[in-house]
């Protein structure tokens, strides 16, 4: 079992324009839209997973930033499965499935200096948002 810390309504007031292509994988240092999102298992002897997420405006569609680091090097299978099973949904709909393309810090100290990796999800940005969630996938560990 997980949990994770995440503000979807930090994003959704973070949300500005950015002149760049919404193709492919790109990426973008760390602004104060960046907002700390991690994944802890209990009974697990550590950590688990540290990152930083944010939702960004790129040219009128949505797309989602993040950088992290693995914190407890045993978790690291139920972590990639967090990470692939990860979505992002707006208005009811899912536009983002896998956040596997997050960018990998060298360590803990190192998370906020890392340039984030970024992927759009396609979805044109609505004048208003009911319901925006985003959400690392389901993941178990066993001692």
Known sequence: MFSTKFCA??????????????QAVFTMPQDK????????W???TAKGYDAFMA??????????????????IQLNSAIMRGLRGGTVK?????????FSFFAK???????RKTKANCK???????????DLK??????????
């Open 9 to 22: 309504v930090a994003f959704a007031v973070g949300l500005f324009a950015l002149p760049a292509s919404a």
């Open 33 to 40: 839209d960046f907002q700390p999102a991690n994944m802890r």
């Open 42 to 44: 209990s009974g697990a």
């Open 55 to 72: 939702l960004k405006n790129i040219d009128g569609k949505l797309a989602l930033c993040g950088v992290g680091v693995v914190t407890n």
């Open 90 to 98: 707006l208005n009811g709909k899912t536009v983002l499935k896998d």
């Open 105 to 111: 810090a060298e360590n803990v100290g190192a998370l």
């Open 120 to 130: 759009s999800t396609g979805a044109v940005i609505p004048r208003k948002i009911d």
């Open 134 to 143: 985003v959400n690392y996938g389901k993941a178990t560990f066993r001692n």
